[in-house]
């Protein structure tokens, strides 16, 4: 046992998943994003807070090149994943998001049966190579969903049939079953329940084994809960960068303390 | 003199809305709290006036015309009509009431000029009654409506009242018109199927409603077997619809999610103005345009093309639909909530997969209740096919003969000199319930899809 990780240099330790420098985004006029740099360690979970419109989901979306199905929004600066610029030309916005997975604020299950809201990625990407490779896959991802006991009777009932938490870790598991290498939460609690919400973190939580998790929270208990980084934004800019730990109890910048203290925002 | 009674009845409305507004005003300017604000109480009595004596007069005007009628043949000397048949007593009535409008023909006799003078007074007095009912009506609700001001008098929920019974009366128009239509209809059908048994009708394969064979034999037999007409209306929708429903959904696919800003602004109020041509020049196009031109090509690969061919209607038939699918899908399409789009795109889904897998089957509801209500226009088409198809009915699916369709018999049925009482006539009103009651069932199969669909997103 003399090579266990020493918890407390854990992080510091970990490689760097994502790396963005000089960030800026704009819609249109608007500056939604200055210069933001960040680096996102691999297999831990970084959380995003924030007061309402300050670039939180913005700054996500520049991860998964989601912001580029709008037509009106701008990205500069270089974002980096595994030492491979993700804005570069020769990149398939397709095939980044494959490895970049998003779970959304609103539990959007598409209007299939279960099996093949969790099969849709896995088909279009060609990942089995025939039904019984598909079921293995998609028990695998209900279960890293945490929703398999739940609905492995009914695997042909439609996924909009289930509950708000239920359809939120159906869009997990969908969102696992292409195997990403990153994973982007935009508040993916804000439409559950406590018990729900428990269950999803308990989630995260796992799925930090075998991904880079980012999560975007407006839940201070959330973020202390189940990330090892925050990144705290304001207006844009990205104000604090650190520890969980650090930036809840003995935050640097004036504006981080009063927004986890409650007094802004 | 016909305007004075609704002149009569605006000013009532308009003072008595005064009225009202201002002893509402005073019992507030006194310090008193309404319950309803004072123009509700003007307008409690402007519709109260209005509502009624509107009715009245309109009623009034109904009914006048047959009263004065039968008070003019009960003034005529008695025994004058006696044995004379429904006919000639109209044509009576018909010359009395020209001679009293001053076109007097030959000399008639006396009793039928006194006749002419007494409608005439009649009629003067009816007018005169009229506008004094309608002053006295008027002055009483009026003055009733004063009457109610109070200040705890719910005048708004009177008006309220007023209001929705005047909305339910116009939403029932349009159902009463329609049963109307439907009676009318039925009773005509009826009539024909007295004289051409309905199974001729359903299963004959011969229309020739044109030729009486014989003078006692009308409803020769086969003559009135609508399976060819029928068979026409089929081939030319069929047509339509292979034209419409692959270009209006690519045009709808293309539009909501690949077409670039600029061409959708072009392209979208494009399909507007197509949806906007009359059908009658979308007919000038078909024979003008579209037929020479398929009998040339016809010509040149050796085909023997007929000059009104089924091709030429319902391809042109299908141009005019284009826009109505498309719009249809569009907004089907468009009604997908922008998460499913985001979530399939998310998940490395190129836009053709997302719309391949996630929206055109989330779509596809919306999208078949479009096609289905396409169904029933193409059916009820009209003018295209009285312009650009045939007039023999013929039993044939090849789309270069030429053939009929149920709406074309139907206008050629009723052209020309028409008895309504010979079963070609009322063929065109058997013809005509079949069509209502196949557009009828598609509608409402459409209908109900569209709503079904309502339901997962709302
Ligand atoms: N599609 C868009 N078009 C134009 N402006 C946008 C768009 N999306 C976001 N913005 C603007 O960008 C800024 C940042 O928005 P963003 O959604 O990233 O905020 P957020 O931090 O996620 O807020 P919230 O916590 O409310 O989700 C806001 O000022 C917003 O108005
Ligand atoms: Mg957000």
């Given amino acids: 046992m003399y090579d266990a990780p020493n918890p407390a240099t854990n992080v510091d330790q970990q490689d760097i998943k994502i790396t963005a420098k000089g960030v800026q985004v704009y819609y249109g006029e608007t500056h939604a994003i200055k210069d933001v740099d960040v680096n996102i360690v691999d297999r831990a979970v970084t959380s995003f807070i924030g007061p309402s419109g300050c670039g939180k989901s913005t700054f996500l979306r520049c991860l998964n090149r989601m912001n580029d199905t709008i037509d009106i929004c701008r990205v500069e600066g270089d974002i980096r994943i595994d030492g491979d610029d993700i804005y570069d030309k020769r990149v398939d916005p397709v095939q980044l998001r494959a490895k970049v997975g998003m779970v959304f604020q609103k539990p959007n299950p598409f209007p299939k049966s279960i099996y093949d809201n969790v099969a849709y990625g896995p088909r279009i990407h060609g990942l089995a190579k025939n039904k019984a490779d598909l079921d293995v896959i998609v028990e695998r991802a209900l279960r890293r969903g945490a929703i398999w006991d739940e609905v492995k009777d009914r695997l042909d009932a439609p996924g909009t049939g289930l509950s708000g938490g239920q359809q939120q870790r159906l869009c997990i598991a969908r969102a696992v079953a292409t195997e990403p290498e990153v994973l982007l939460m935009d508040e993916p609690c804000s439409a559950l329940d406590p018990i729900a919400t428990a269950q999803v973190e308990e989630l995260i939580d796992e799925l930090r084994r075998d991904y880079t998790v980012v999560i975007v929270t407006h839940s201070m208990q959330q973020a202390a809960r189940v990330s090892q980084k925050t990144a705290f934004f304001h207006l844009g800019d990205l104000v604090e960068y650190g520890e969980t730990d650090q930036i809840f109890t003995n935050p640097k910048d004036e504006r981080t303390e009063r927004y986890v203290t409650g007094r802004i925002g | ?458």
């Avoid at chain 2, 270009?247 to 999610?257: K, M, Q």
């Avoid at chain 2, 312009?387 to 039993?395: F, P, Y």
């Fill in chain 2, 1 to 458: 003199m016909g305007m004075l009674p609704f002149a009569i009845l605006l000013v009532a409305a308009i003072v008595g809305y005064m009225i009202n507004l201002q002893s509402a005003r005073a019992i507030r300017a006194d310090g008193t709290k309404l319950h309803s604000l004072s123009g509700f109480h003007g307008l409690f009595s402007a519709l109260l006036v209005l509502v009624p004596v509107l009715t009245f007069v309109l009623l009034w005007l109904g009914f006048e015309g047959a009263v004065i009628e039968s008070l003019m043949f009960a003034s005529l000397p008695t025994g004058t009509l006696d044995g004379l048949g429904t006919g000639e007593v109209q044509l009576i009535g018909a010359e009395i009431r020209s001679i009293a409008g001053g076109r007097v023909f030959g000399t008639p006799e006396d009793w039928k000029l006194a006749a002419a003078d007494r409608l005439i007074a009649y009629e003067a007095w009816s007018d005169w009654l009229l506008i004094a009912a309608v002053a006295a009506l008027s002055v009483a609700l009026v003055l009733f409506a004063r009457s109610r001001v109070a200040p705890e008098y719910r005048a708004r929920q009177q008006v309220e009242k007023i209001t929705t019974g005047l909305m339910i009366f116009c939403a029932t128009v349009a159902i009463f018109t329609t049963i109307g239509i439907v009676f009318a209809l039925t009773y005509e059908t009826f009539k024909f199927f007295q004289m051409v048994p309905l199974s001729e009708f359903l299963f004959g394969t011969s229309w020739e409603p044109q030729i009486p064979i014989r003078e006692d034999q009308i409803a020769a037999e086969g003559a009135f077997g609508a399976v060819p007409v029928f068979l026409g209306t089929i081939v030319i929708a069929t047509i339509a619809l292979t034209v419409a429903v692959p270009v209006g959904l690519l045009t709808a696919i293309y539009l909501n999610e690949f077409a670039p800003h600029a061409v959708r602004s072009v392209i979208k109020p494009i399909l507007e103005i197509l949806a906007g041509v009359p059908t009658v020049v979308y007919g000038f196009f078909a024979i003008l345009v579209v037929a020479p031109a398929l009998r040339e090509l016809g010509a040149d690969l050796g085909l023997d093309v007929a000059s009104n061919t089924a091709l030429a209607a319902g391809g042109v038939m299908g141009v005019m639909l284009i826009p109505f699918i498309s719009s249809f899908a569009d907004d089907a399409l468009s009604a997908v909530p922008q998460s499913l789009r985001d979530g399939a795109l998310a998940l490395g889904a190129t836009r053709g997969e997302m719309m391949m897998n996630v929206l055109f089957p989330a779509a596809i509801p919306g999208i078949v209740g479009g096609v289905l209500l396409a169904v029933s226009r193409a059916i009820g088409e009209t003018m295209i096919v009285v312009m650009a198809a045939g007039l023999i009915a013929r039993m044939t699916i090849n789309p270069l003969d030429s053939v009929t369709a149920v709406t074309v018999q139907i206008v050629t049925l009723l052209i020309g000199d028409t008895a309504f009482d010979s079963p070609k006539t009322l063929a065109a009103f058997a013809l005509g319930m079949m069509l209502f009651l196949a557009t009828l069932v598609i509608n409402v199969f459409a209908l109900r899809i569209v709503r079904k669909y309502r339901e997962i997103y709302d």
